[in-house]
């Protein structure tokens, strides 16, 4: 309990630090870059403490014909960054009562842009689990499904809706509303339209994020169609059948297993089949976390996924690997290892040899890179840290061993000079954006052999970084890291009039991200587990976020 007070006590401590810069920016008389301000709203709204920082952001959708598109999508996605996860935290139902009032306007006002309606659906979904003065969220969750009876006709308004919908608590969803999303996900109607494979992907999602065990049928017959069922609808039900695990009963799981098992060899669709062995290792996951070992004794889901990783087509191996590092971390993490001990054991043997196998195509490889990284397995170190030494292998794949070495998160000087080194090569922009990466990952170490923090060499390599997307990523391993050490230099950025104004927003983002009072960032949240084959502008634009 003392180390989780420390802990809020020097977030707290930051949060002090970083906002009084971000009130500055936005309280400046002369106009904002766009991107600037966009930012500034966005970041405020991760660190904002009172009413009155709330109402700084509301402010920013005020005269939507005057301002930028840019800073509206900011104000309107920032409000539903107002979400906090620790009940401590929160803000009143009074407060989020307007919040939401405000989005809905903003959402049926043809004044605003239509990817500002977009984000206004997504964070009006973002204060799902939120406190409200009653009702339980129903009322919200009447709304948005009254809205998508009239939204119908407009892609991203509506994929907001269902993004939403999706993050609604599920005891506010009724059995006819998830009865709207089967005919729309089987059927390809929302109420009496017609709608197009998109929609119907992101209703069959949402489906998956809020419903029960008696939705794993609808979502299998999609999975099972033959004919006439668009690939993207396939590829989300997939998925959504991997997210239905999360709250159903263990009984269900073994039924949702039964079901990607059965059907993986008749896919015909490669991204439909690496959705579905994700899936299996949610399932598995799942019963790691409620203590479980359900889906392991019943079912082959351990074996086939196993068996995907070691001998399966160039197209599903690296999904195998990416489900082997996923039940792996959880399996460490729940110190379930003696439950799991044999298969622990053939995955480790299986990664290790896909991250050594020079047979293997680049992209092949680096998914082991990755995975083992997420596994965690230390033996692996020595060898990510030879394939980043080695100038002969391409960028790729010495930039993914980088990262796994970073989510091992054993910041040995061995592995920081491994990483610091590959960043300081001018060969590869690439190489060095997955360093940056790596790097923040491991903390705030210490270069061997020098008084330099990894803060202080990634002060450096942002001053010499020339393209905005290295910057990008630099700002990310900052913010990353953390810490008071992180929000000096960001805010010098932030307030240097002579830098460019694209990266003075990147330093705003940081920002925000440094000071982010919640332990997974909003946004992160939202997008994540979407299908990414069925990418909208709006999902992009999402996805840019930092």
């Known amino acids: 309990m003392r180390a989780s007070k420390a802990a809020r006590a020097r977030q707290r401590r930051i949060q002090a630090a970083v906002i009084p810069p971000l009130l500055e920016v936005l309280e400046l008389e002369k106009p904002l870059h766009p991107e600037i301000e966009s930012a500034a709203y966005i970041a405020l709204a991760k660190v904002a403490r009172s009413s009155a920082h709330v109402e700084i952001i509301m402010r920013g959708l005020n005269d939507a014909s005057a301002r930028d598109p840019a800073v509206l999508d900011g104000a309107a996605l920032g409000l539903g960054l107002l979400r906090r996860t620790n009940p401590a935290d929160r803000f009143s139902a009074a407060v989020l009562g307007s919040v939401r009032a405000l989005l809905f306007r903003v959402f049926e006002d043809g004044a605003y842009p239509v990817q500002t309606r977009g984000f206004a659906a997504v964070a009006i979904g973002l204060l799902g689990d939120q406190p409200r003065s009653s009702g339980g969220g129903r009322s919200t969750t009447r709304h948005l499904f009254e809205l998508l009876a009239t939204h119908h006709g407009e892609l991203d308004p509506c994929v907001g809706l269902l993004m939403a919908v999706g993050m609604q608590p599920h005891l506010s969803v009724t059995k006819e509303q998830r ?175 896909g991250v050594t196998d020079i047979r293997q195509g680049k992209k092949c490889r680096a998914a082991f890179c990755t995975a083992v990284g997420m596994a965690r397995d230390e033996d692996s170190m020595l060898a990510l840290r030879a394939i980043v030494a080695d100038r002969n292998y391409d960028a790729t794949l010495r930039g993914y061993a980088g990262l796994g070495l970073g989510l091992m998160g054993n910041a040995t000087p061995e592995v920081v000079t491994s990483i610091t080194e590959g960043m300081c090569e001018r060969s590869s922009e ?103 084959r069925a990418s909208t502008d709006l999902i992009n634009a999402l996805r840019s976020i930092l």
Do not use: W
């Not at 690939?231 to 079901?259: F, P, Q, T």
């Not at 087509?313 to 044999?342: C, D, K, Q, T």
């Not at 020339?466 to 950025?493: D, F, M, N, Y």
């Open 179 to 353: 009865g709207v999303l089967t005919v729309a996900a089987l059927e390809g109607r929302l109420y009496e339209a017609s709608v197009n494979g998109l929609i119907r992907a992101y209703a069959a999602h949402a489906l998956g994020r809020i419903g029960t065990g008696e939705d794993i049928d609808t979502l299998a017959a999609v999975l099972t169609a033959r004919r006439g069922m668009p690939k993207n609808v396939k590829r989300s039900a997939a998925i959504g059948l991997g997210l239905l695990s999360r709250h159903v009963e263990r009984s269900d799981r073994e039924r949702i297993a039964a079901v990607l098992l059965t059907q993986y060899d008749r896919l015909k669709d490669t991204s439909t089949k690496n959705f579905a062995l994700i899936s299996l290792a949610y399932l598995l996951v799942d019963d790691v976390r409620s203590g479980s070992t359900h889906v392991l004794v019943h079912t082959q889901a351990d074996e086939r996924i196993l068996e995907i990783a070691e001998g399966g087509s160039y197209r599903h191996r690296p999904f195998g690997a990416m489900a082997l590092g996923l039940i792996l971390r959880e399996v460490g993490n729940a110190n379930a290892g003696g439950r799991y001990l044999g298969f622990r054991e053939s995955a480790f043997r299986i990664l290790r040899g």
């Open 430 to 532: 690439k190489l060095r954006r997955q360093m940056a990466l790596a790097l923040g990952l491991l903390g705030n170490p210490v270069l061997e052999g020098t008084d330099k923090t990894a803060v202080d060499f990634l002060v450096d390599e942002l001053e010499q970084a020339k393209t905005q997307s290295l910057k990008r990523q630099v700002v990310l391993a900052l913010a990353s890291i953390g810490g008071h050490r992180a929000v000096a230099p960001l805010v010098e950025i932030l307030q240097n009039e002579d830098e460019q104004d694209l990266t003075r927003a990147l330093a705003c983002a940081g920002l925000g991200m440094v000071g982010d009072i919640e332990p997974v960032p909003s946004v992160e949240r939202a997008v994540q587990d979407l299908n990414y």
